[in-house]
């Protein structure tokens, strides 16, 4: 491979200019692998990295993702632009976190299903509860089991 | 072991999708169109109630659609190929071995499952997708797949067993003759249009006369295909589950564009795209094409525009599975057959002689030889890795282009609610 090297920098060990249309030489991977001569004394002990999907996603094929748009869960430490973890597979019970279908919008609530009462409640003190009654359509659509959200673009 | 198999169908799977993540479409009749939103490919059953056909073109429904706020969409593959493998993977954790037979239908084997009885197994398995998924399936069961496939539609159309789940296995003998006896023939798994004619013509109109007709006799006038329908409508099973889906032997891409086309460099770009589509497909199958066919269309339901329908097919000197070697000869084709001043509707690549990579041939004349090709694969796995990873069309040459003028009309596309970020459905806490 032919190189050029400036003068100011050819003093510099280690430092080569190329040409601007030296030919290109492409080394293959194996070529710049490392022999060790110990093997890693860590090698005994390695373990697979830590991945944010196993600790929030336990069952990946029945789970889904909802930004929020809003403030009225902030009790409960759902913010505006989180994104929530809805799984599915989780039976809904009382004290839930879910996501809901009503009256044709999709909202963010906690299930409360105690005597005979069935709400979406707020964590918020200036939103009040919304009282399911007869005639209203109500689906619980998932559970939310987590969230999270990226602060930096 | 006796063999049972179950075939599980979703209910208008693509509409049934967009309902999904969408609550103000609960109750509302939606339909799905194809590309280019011509015609009517997917109904709710609200629109299958209002007695609308499937395949009917959207602008013929124009009135209806006002007067029953239809809403339609553009077809979303995106959303419905990962609905339909979240469904797979919920069928598979119900039967050893499944057979994916389209986009929305599987067959399970359910042999030695009879335990608890069929029936309730098939209660459970639409429940889990229900529960899971939020999509209504229907079950079929029985010894055949044929009877199978017949077993769903009966499910379907509440024919027979309950709940969406009909189970052929419980059925006494008489009770399956006069259901038999209902269903026209042509509703059985195999049987088309032209031989449900010709079975007319003998007689032969309900799926009981056919199961009851003489074998041979049927075998002498179609074929040792329809023979075997008749013995798995006896329920003797004759077509084992195929869990691997045989390699194609041609590869297509085309698409319409939405908007005439007239500049050979937009063609260049969509068929440069057409073939970047289409050897990912040919590396998927661990093969090399040996030739390819280019063809562009003027539009022919406008005749009274100049008209011009070439192609071209070109045999590689070596086989290939490399989008950079397949495009230029792709283009190089194009170039060929292209006139200027047509305007083009259609443009399509077909990938031909596929052979499978390990027994390729080495030209005489090919240079470069072995080590060319591994790099070459290499790169190609690389781009394919990236690209399954990130999204299709992440990484791609630069002959296909950026802006796509020339990409099919899909005027009402829902967003991809669960394949893209930008997509998420938003929920309210308010």
Known sequence: ?153 | MKSVFALVDCNNFYASCEKLFQPKLKDRPVVVLSNNDGCVVARSAEVKALGIPMGVPWFQIQAEARRYGIVAFSSNYALYADMSNRVVEVLSSFAPSIEVYSIDESFLDLAGFERQGYASYGVEIRQRVADWLGLAVCVGIAPTKTLAKLANHCAKKGLAGSDGVCDFTILPLDALSELFGRIEVGEVWGVGRKITARLEMMGIRTVRQLRDANAETIRARFSVVQERTIRELHGESCLDLEEVVPDKQQIMSSRSFGTLVYDLADLEEAVASYIAKASEKLRAQDSLAGAIQVYVRTNVFKPEVPQYQPAITVALPVASSDTRVLAQWALRALRRIYRPGYGYHKAGVMLLNLSPKENCQLSLFDAQGGAADARSEKLMGALDDINRRYGRGVLRLAAEGVEKTWQMRRGNLSPGYTTSWDGLPVVIAG
């Open chain 1, 1 to 153: 491979m032919l190189l050029m090297l400036d003068a100011r920098l050819a003093s510099i060990p280690g430092v080569f200019i190329p040409l601007l249309d030296a030919p290109r030489q492409a080394l293959p991977l194996d070529a710049v692998k490392v022999s060790a001569g110990f093997p890693s004394p860590a090698a005994d002990y390695e373990d697979k990295r830590l991945d944010i999907n196993e600790y929030l996603v336990r069952n990946p094929v029945s789970t889904f993702f909802f930004p929020v748009q809003g403030d009225s869960m902030q009790g409960a430490e759902i913010f505006d632009g989180d994104i929530l973890v809805v799984d599915r597979s989780v039976r809904a019970r009382h004290g839930h976190i879910v996501v809901a279908f009503v009256n044709g919008e999709r909202l963010v609530k906690r299930l409360h299903r105690r005597a005979g009462l069935l709400a979406l409640v707020a964590e918020n003190p200036s939103y009040p509860a919304l009282e399911i009654q007869e005639g209203m359509e109500l689906e619980v659509w998932g559970v939310v089991v987590g969230k999270f959200k990226r602060l930096v673009g």
